[in-house]
């Protein structure tokens, strides 16, 4: 099994474009979720979903949107990268509780 | 929700235990502990959790207090490949739906 996969795994982006996370687990989790995690600091809760169409916000949801169209997918979009937006993005899926992460997305705003 | 609270920093020599606390005074009734741990900007890797009783797995054991205010993560003999960010963690459930509020961690040093 692949488990959660993320792409891209670098990328980079001027203030004000646009760009979508990809996010794919192979596991028939209902639960998925983003976090970015910042230098020096814990994970962050941007998104989350119960399953497909259902999606609620986390800790930091400005300026990402998401979307649960199947099981399997959950993009994380940026409609309008700012700096602030630099960080590093993992998607986690979970079935019971204990959660499955990807490798990490660095993303970097200029 | 209930919050963790963990030391920033731990050191411990290969091969002997390491042993990593975490309070979570607020902690409810229905909530679970969960351990995590983050190997140099890798994705999190899950560790173990527990409820009320102690646990064991292939990685660790869990140690919680009889009140569950706190618990402490053994890892009974560290590696250099023990070297990590480990993350408390307390289960939040909100109306069925289920979310993990992740800390800054302890950052563990395994050395020689």
């Known amino acids: 099994n692949a488990g959660v996969t993320q792409t891209p795994k670098f990328q980079v982006l001027k203030t004000g474009q646009s760009m979508t996370l990809q996010c794919a687990q192979d596991?028939?989790?209902?639960?998925m979720s983003w976090y970015r995690q910042d230098p020096g600091m814990g994970l962050r809760l941007i998104h989350y979903?119960?399953?497909?169409?259902?999606?609620d916000q986390g800790e930091v949801p400005n300026g990402y949107n998401v979307s649960r169209s199947t099981t399997e997918d959950f993009p994380l979009r940026l409609l309008s990268a700012a700096p602030s937006q630099t960080s590093v993005y993992f998607c986690?899926?979970?079935?019971?509780?204990?959660?499955?992460f990807g490798e990490g997305s660095r993303l970097t705003v200029l | 929700d209930a919050k963790t609270t963990q030391p920033p920093s731990m050191d411990c020599a290969e091969g002997r235990a390491a042993n990593l606390p975490c309070n979570h005074s607020?902690?409810?009734?229905?909530?679970?502990v969960y351990w995590y741990r983050q190997i140099h900007s890798q994705g999190p890797q899950y560790i173990i959790h527990?409820?009320?009783n102690n646990e064991t797995n292939e990685m660790a054991s869990l140690i919680i207090t009889e009140d569950r205010k706190s618990s402490t993560l053994i890892l009974p003999h560290a590696t250099l490949r023990d070297t990590a960010v480990y993350y408390c963690?307390?289960?939040?459930?909100?109306?069925?739906?289920?979310?993990?509020?992740f800390g800054t961690g302890t950052r563990l040093l395994v050395s020689p």
């Open positions: 986690a899926s979970s079935l019971a509780g204990e959660l499955f």
């Open positions: 596991m028939n989790h209902e639960y």
């Open positions: 979903s119960v399953g497909a169409g259902i999606t």
């Open positions: 607020t902690i409810s009734g229905n909530e679970y």
């Open positions: 527990g409820l009320k």
């Open positions: 963690i307390v289960r939040v459930r909100n109306t069925g739906f289920q979310k993990l509020v």
